[in-house]
């Protein structure tokens, strides 16, 4: 009888050891009947000695020590090491409305642990809620505590909310407004380069700064008029800013020859401000000018 157990326990070893063997060649599952990986673990996580009794977040995971992902030797100094020649860090992809909002990201913006959240905004047309706090369009962003702070730091020609030069090609007559006080606006005909989507309208010639537009700006004017030997003439061009003089630059005067003047203007612009060219001289004169509009920092 002794012998016969001997020989049942041993056949039901055998059977468990070849159940286990098989179980391990399929999926495992904690938490769940119906694993769908190797390793399915339903719940919340934790890993490290210093976090034993410390509930990690619904369905979450708290780890204690540095974290590598693609290496084997994270450097002693980082929490967190990826390491790849051909991938990348794919930030969460936030669409952003202003950059004094915090939402739509959960929890609460004046929280400390709000501080350095990093997200990428999707939002081309991001409003900028002050002048500390301007919007830079797509790209990375970080929450400093009061507002998202972008980090498109460089300016250039892809990256200006604005840049265009516009010309006149024949001659316009321009009155005499010295001796009343008045400005002509100048009437551009080309527009040899320019951002579609922030650009100048030959229609109105004027420029409507964009919502991210923020920041300052070069201007360089330029232009030459007609051959009056008979008349004394003097002139200049004036930028106007939402219909107020804001600057004049290209001051120029001559006696018997063509007025040939050049000057440059760095301005701060807001959004929504409507931007101008005009012109005032002594005499009646003709006028062919030229500007250069674009934008240097933000």
């Keep these: 009888m002794k012998k ?6 041993y056949l039901l070893s055998i059977v468990g050891y070849f159940a286990i063997l098989n179980a391990q060649t399929g999926n495992v599952g904690i938490n769940t009947q119906t694993p769908t990986n190797t390793l399915t673990v339903n719940g919340n996580q934790s890993i490290g000695a210093g976090y034993t009794g410390i509930a990690a977040p619904t369905n979450g995971m708290i780890i204690q020590g540095r974290t590598a992902i693609g290496t084997s030797t994270p450097f002693f100094g980082s929490l967190l090491e990826l390491n790849s020649t051909g991938k990348g860090l794919r930030l969460p992809q936030v669409f952003l409305s202003g950059t004094l909002f915090w939402a739509p990201l ?6 400390p642990a709000a501080h350095g959240m990093t997200v990428y905004n999707t939002n081309p047309d991001l409003t900028s809620g002050s002048t500390a706090y301007p919007a830079k369009g797509v790209g990375e962003y970080y929450w400093d505590g009061t507002g ?8 250039g020609a892809q990256n200006a909310e ?20 008045t400005w002509t606006k100048l009437d551009f005909t080309t527009k040899t ?4 989507a922030n650009d100048f309208d030959l229609a109105t010639d004027s420029f409507t700064i964009s919502p991210n537009g923020v920041g300052l700006y070069q201007i360089n004017a330029s232009y030459i008029t007609e051959l009056l030997p008979s008349t004394s003439q003097s ?15 290209a001051a120029g005067s001559t006696a018997g020859t063509p007025i040939e003047a ?3 203007a760095a301005i701060y612009f807001s959004p929504g401000d409507i931007v101008d060219f005009r012109y005032i001289g002594i005499a009646n004169q003709t006028v062919m000018p030229t500007i250069d509009f674009y934008q240097i920092s933000r």
Excluded: C, H
Aim: charged share 20%; proline share 2%.
């Design 106 to 111: 959960d929890g609460t913006f004046n929280s």
């Design 262 to 264: 050049e000057g440059t």
């Design 193 to 196: 380069f320019g951002k579609t």
């Design 148 to 155: 998202w702070v972008s980090k498109n730091s460089t300016i």
């Design 162 to 181: 604005a840049y265009f030069s516009v010309t006149r090609t024949t001659y316009q007559a321009i009155p005499d407004g010295v001796s009343t006080g």
């Design 235 to 249: 002139g200049r061009i004036g930028i106007f800013v939402n219909g107020t003089l804001k600057r004049t630059l």
């Design 4 to 9: 016969n157990m001997k020989k049942i326990i």
